[in-house]
């Protein structure tokens, strides 16, 4: 052993195993910190999306609804309109639904509520009375 060099006690060397695991854990940690921020950040972006995609079809809803309030769904214009704004989906404003619920009840389910608009309005946290 040259002069220069010293050996190490077993303290010594037992505080350098500890800092190197201290060392390795933290750089653990950063990286984990990292792939999370990231994931975070990927998260983040997809909420933002789907916002914009829920406010899209709120609006279109609304939209919807005024052209359906004002608007004769009979008349001609009204009918384009409803074609132009809800594409195949306007089927079911203009000609109605052929869904009947007759087959569950036969089969012996009960329902909660008795029309869609109450089982809608239960749904949403709307309790105000619907007709």
Do not use: C, W
Request: aromatic content about 4%; cysteine-free.
């Amino acid at each position: 052993m040259s002069g220069t060099e010293q050996e190490l006690t077993p303290r010594e060397r037992e505080l350098g195993a500890i800092i190197g695991a201290y060392n390795d854990v933290t750089e653990r940690l950063k990286q984990s910190h990292e792939q999370l921020r990231d994931e975070v950040r990927r998260l983040r972006e997809q909420v933002a999306a789907k916002n914009r995609q829920l406010r899209r079809r709120e609006r279109l809803a609304a939209l919807g609804e005024v052209v359906v309030r004002e608007l004769d769904a009979r008349d001609m214009p009204a009918a384009f309109a409803l074609r132009l704004v809800f594409g195949e989906m306007s089927g079911i404003l203009l000609e109605g639904s052929r869904a009947s619920n007759v087959r569950l009840l036969e089969a012996g389910m009960h329902f909660s509520s008795g029309s869609l608009s109450k089982a809608l309005a239960d749904t949403l946290g709307h309790r105000r009375a619907v007709a």
